[in-house]
C-alpha cells in the first residue's frame, strides 16, 4: 500500500510538474506572439498556429488533471488561474479574427469570455489582495466588452460597461493604485463608445441588425469588368490619429464602424466569402504605416489583388504642404502627404481619407497603370448636425451605416419597428439607382469599374455615391464644402438622375422627413 501511495504520489508531481511546463511554454509563446510586428502575415500565422497549439495543449492538460492540480499539498490551483488561461485563449481568437476578419474566430472568443463569467472564474480576485490579479480581472471585462461590441451584442456590452464600472471603483477603493484614474478613463470610453453608437433606436428592439451589403451578383446585368478585370480586396488597412476621435481602448469608433460594414455579408444565410485581412493601427506614425504598407505590398499574391487604406486623421501643415497628422499629432509621429502614396499606386489602391485636409489628395494620380480610387471627407460638416463628438464621423458614418448617417442629419433618433425594415429596403433602392446609372453611364473611369467587382469596395462606392445624392438634396447641405468628393468623380449623370432623387423622396417619405426635399 505505502509503494502504491508513493507511486500515486509521484505520479501527481509528475503531473504538476508538466503542467508548470507547458504553463510557462505557454506564455512565452504569447509574449513572442504579442511582440511580432503587425506586418509580415505569413510569419504572426506560423507563430500564432504554435502558440494555439501550446494553449489547446495546456487547457485539455488542466481539465483532464483538475483534481491533482487543485490539490493544495500539490499546486493549489485556483479559479482565477483557470479563468487566466481561457482569457488568454480569448484573446488568440480576437486577434486572429482582427487579422483575418473571420466571424467564426470572434464567436469563439466570446464563448470563453463567456464562460469566464458564467463560471466565475474571476468573481473573487479581491480576496487575494492582489493589484496585479484584480487588473487582470478589469482587463478581461474590457476585451470581452469590445468582442460583444463587434458581435453588435450591444446589450451584453452595456452589463458588461456596469461590470467594468463597479469593479474600477472596487478598485480604486481597496487599494487606491495609481492608475484608478486610468480605469475610470477606460470606463467613461466605454460609455461614450456606445453612446456614440446608439445614433438612432427602433421602438421595441434593444439592438439594430447589422446593415447588409447590396448584392448587385443578382441582378440580370451588371457592370462589366474593364480590360484589366475586376479586383479583389486582399488586405485592408485602418489607421485612427484624429486628435478628438471617440474610441474604446485602441479601438476609434470609425475604424470600428468600418470593420463591422467590411465583416458584414450580401446574403445574410450564406457562408461568408473571403475577407481580407485587416491592420488595425491606433495612432500610427508615418514609418510605423509605411513599413507596413510595404510588406503588404511584398506579399500582394496577384497584380489584380487591391489594398484599401483607410485614415482617420486631423490636417496639418509642414514645410509648407498640408498633410494628413499621424502618431500622437507632434512632430516626431510625422504626417502623410499625397507624394508618399505614390510608390503603392504600382498595386489596386482604394484610399479612404477621413480627414478635413483630404481633398489634398484629390491629385493623387496611379503611376503604373493600375486603378486608384480616392474618397474624401467633406472638409466641414453642417452647424445643424451632430458633430464629431457626439456621433463620431458623419463621412464614415454613411460609408458604414447609411442609413443611421442619414437619419443624423435628419434629427431622428428613434424609427417605429415597422418603419425601419422598409426604410432599410428603401434605402437600397436608392443604391441600387446609383449602380444602375453607374452601368449605363458612357464614361464610367476604368478604376471605379475595376472596383465594383468586389462586393466591399462596390458597397464603399455606392454609399458615397449616396452621400453625395444626399448632399444634393437635403437642406443643411447646400455648401460644397459639406459633401464628400471621389476621384475619380462619379459620371455627371448621377447627379440628374431622375431615379435616384425619386428614391430619395421616397425613402423622406418612408422616415417621415421633409429635410431631403431641397
Known sequence: VSTQRTGKRR??????????????????????????????????????????????????????HRSVLENPELYG?????????????????????????????????????DAIRSRAYFQDVFDEQSVPLVVKKLRYLARFSLVCLLLNRRTKARELMEELSDNTDAYAKAFGPPDAAEWAVVTRELRNFLAAGDVISVVGKE???????????????????????????????????????????????????????????????????????????????????????????????????????YVSADGCEQHGRTGLALGDGSPAGGALFPEDLLPFTRWPLCLVLDSPAASRFGSVRSMFGSPLVIMMAPTETPPEVPGPGTVGSLFTLFLSHPLQALCVTCNIVELEADVYPIAEEAMSSVL????????????????????????????????????????????????????PSLSPPLPEELGSSMAVKTGLKELGKVLGTGFLDA
Open 207 to 309: 439592438e439594430l441588425p447589422p446593415t447588409q451589403l447590396l448584392d448587385v451578383s443578382t441582378l440580370e446585368t451588371s457592370i462589366p469588368p474593364p480590360q484589366s478585370g475586376f479586383v479583389s480586396l486582399q488586405t485592408a488597412v485602418f489607421v485612427g490619429a484624429a486628435a478628438n476621435q471617440i474610441r474604446f481602448s485602441e479601438m476609434p469608433l470609425e475604424i470600428f464602424r468600418l470593420t463591422t460594414a467590411i465583416e458584414a455579408s450580401t446574403n445574410p444565410e450564406a457562408h461568408q466569402a473571403r475577407l481580407p485581412t485587416k491592420h488595425l493601427q491606433h495612432c500610427s506614425s508615418f514609418s510605423k504605416l509605411f513599413v507596413t504598407l510595404a510588406s503588404i505590398t511584398k506579399e500582394l499574391p496577384q497584380e489584380n489583388e487591391a489594398i484599401l487604406l
Open 432 to 483: 441600387l439607382a446609383i449602380y444602375k446609372e453607374l452601368q449605363q453611364a458612357s464614361n464610367l473611369h476604368p478604376s471605379i469599374q475595376a472596383m465594383v467587382g468586389n462586393p466591399v469596395l462596390c458597397n464603399t462606392i455606392l454609399r458615397l455615391g449616396f452621400f453625395e445624392a444626399v448632399c444634393r438634396s437635403h437642406v443643411h447641405f447646400g455648401k460644397s464644402e459639406y459633401s
Open 77 to 113: 490551483m485556483k479559479r482565477w488561474q483557470i479563468g487566466e488561461i481561457a482569457s488568454k485563449i480569448g484573446q488568440l481568437y480576437y486577434h486572429y479574427f482582427l487579422r483575418t476578419s473571420d466571424v467564426l474566430y470572434l464567436k469563439e472568443s466570446y464563448v470563453f469570455y
Open 11 to 64: 505520479m501527481s508531481t509528475q503531473v504538476v510538474e508538466d503542467f508548470k511546463a507547458l504553463l510557462e511554454k505557454s506564455q512565452s509563446f504569447f509574449n513572442g506572439l504579442r511582440d511580432l510586428p503587425q506586418y509580415e502575415n505569413k510569419q504572426w500565422k506560423l507563430y500564432y498556429e504554435k502558440t494555439f497549439e501550446v494553449y489547446t495543449k495546456l487547457w485539455k492538460y488542466q481539465q483532464e
